[in-house]
């Protein structure tokens, strides 16, 4: 049962980023955002059911005020709800202890050799049990709530082994059940070359291929197949018969791709039709223009390079080569533990170079993009889910001028009210 309906009105800018379900935004369609001045919203069971001017619709729903709820949004901006197509949403514990080891002097290979790293956080995910990993997740997802995100991509990984792998599924399945925020889910069972397999990475993949992938596919876990393909863990080759193979069972190729060092990583995205091809520190020209043409998305993720200190993605040189580009916090525990959208989007105008306006295009529509939800999320049109997310700033450039703040002051999911004041007011 949905609430009441919501009647939002006089907002300054309502950004409705209209027209933009079909195909994921480039160059410079990035920055139409379609603004309705002095806007306004109808939302009923749970979508939205009419935009335009307040005027306008209040004179429509006349008959009908009474029984809505109202909210006045003078003064502030109404955007669709934020969406983080890249996040490793689900694992154990916390690295703070290595994040003072590196301001202290110690190398990313002094981490690892004490146990650090991303086994770190393997070993605590193998230990923890289901439900822990639900709670820990849950309190992740209220964060992201905060911070105006309504969807989010959950990726396993911290298992590397199929008994961890798959409760770290059946873990985002279940957060996804129990909070307003929508899961989807990405299998990334070759994250890393787990230490059993040290000398032999061919055959680890050979066993995500013939044990994993079949599994994952029959209990309908994930949507996405993912891989780190990265000099030193999965080569090109092994990363597209991973893709090549997850096909088969109907699961759509992501890729972390060109991170730490040019791998043709975005070539291999655009070769196999992968839906989003992420990171791209050092993607190479040639890598871009393949994506471009192919239409690939580049999920770009300002805060692992800004947590590691290193340089951002070519950003603008992607959009100006025809890249549709998505932002995504990368919310993990070694490389960027935040949850904190409106701040990335800061980054990517930053560091990247790119304008107020196309990043936030590249925080909602191309990321629902991204996750292949473009045609219920991620715009604010008539028929889509109610995901709305009203900031207290008088104009979207506001939001990335005022930066690392956060501005949220309501935020509607489903057509219900799920953030009020900046505070969460939902049950879960
Ligand atoms: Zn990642």
Redesign the pocket.
Known sequence: MYPKPIFIKHANQVITLKGSSQQPLAREKMSDLHIIEDGAVWVEDGLIKATGKTADLAAQYQSRLEEAEIIDASGKILLPGLVDP?T?LVYAGSREEEFNMRLNGATYMDIMNNGGGIHATTSMTRKASEEELVQESLIRLDCFLKHGVTTVEA?SGYGLDWDTEHKQLLAAKKADKLHPIDVVPTFMGAHAVPAEYKENPDAFIDLVIEEMLPKVAEEKLAEFNDIFCERGVFTPEQSRKLLEAGKKFGLTPKI?ADEIEPYEGAELAAEVGAISA?HLLRASDNGMEMMAEKGVIGVL?PGTAFFLMAEAARGRRMIDKGVPVALST?C?PGSSPTCSMPFMMNLACMHMGLTPAEAITAATINAAHAINRAKEIGSIEQGKKADLLLLNVPNYMQMQYHYGMNHTDTVIKNGEIVVKGGSLCCQR
């Open positions: 890249h490793h990726k972390h992420d993720l990368d993990n």
